[in-house]
């Protein structure tokens, strides 16, 4: 039954007070939490990954790769949201930041594989961008596309380069631009 606040009728009656809102926090300092993260990561307690041989039952590969999600509930967050928010706070930022990141390290080191797709994926969910940036040599000139520009600005400077190319062959001055 929820806590109700009393109305008091003269100064001498108690009051109660509310509680808090929102669930009391799992960790209640930084160190904590450090402590269980680097645990998880010590005791390889995330998940493996490997073949079950059918004959034998025994595992042929093990290997151990770390998860948000993994990571998430062995702290004894109930889903990643409740772990996100602890990253807010201003106390467990930096630590949780830190555990991110040494999962990203663990996907980073698979791209150098044989096969690197699902560390990739991986690698993006985590706010990586796969862009490629294309450059152009023409006439010793070298022009590289800008994501940040838009096209009707690369047109503009592919003319005024152009127009420089053709003015540097006929010894003309390029008129300045304001």
């Not at 294309?134 to 006439?139: E, V």
Request: charge should be positive; glycine fraction near 6%; hydrophobic fraction near 30%.
């Amino acid at each position: 039954m929820p806590l109700v606040k009393i109305m008091r009728k003269n100064k001498k009656s108690p009051r109660i007070k509310k509680n808090p809102v929102g669930r009391p926090l799992v960790y209640k300092t930084p160190e904590e939490l450090e402590k269980r993260i680097n645990r998880y990561f010590k005791t390889e307690a995330y998940t493996a990954i490997g073949s079950v041989d059918k004959d034998s039952g025994k595992q042929k590969v093990k290997k151990y790769a770390p998860t948000i999600s993994g990571l998430v509930l062995y702290c004894g967050f109930c889903d990643r949201h409740a772990f996100n928010e602890y990253e807010k706070r201003p106390e467990f930022s930096a630590v949780i930041k830190r555990a991110r990141c040494r999962i990203e390290q663990y996907y980073e080191r698979l791209l150098q594989g044989s096969t690197p797709t699902g560390a990739i994926f991986a690698l993006k969910n985590f706010g990586w961008v796969d862009e490629q940036k294309l450059s152009h040599i023409l006439n010793g000139y070298l022009f590289v596309e800008n994501e940040g520009k838009s096209v009707e600005d690369l047109q503009r400077e592919s003319i005024r380069l152009a127009e420089e190319i053709i003015a540097n062959r006929r010894g003309t001055p390029i008129p300045s631009q304001n």
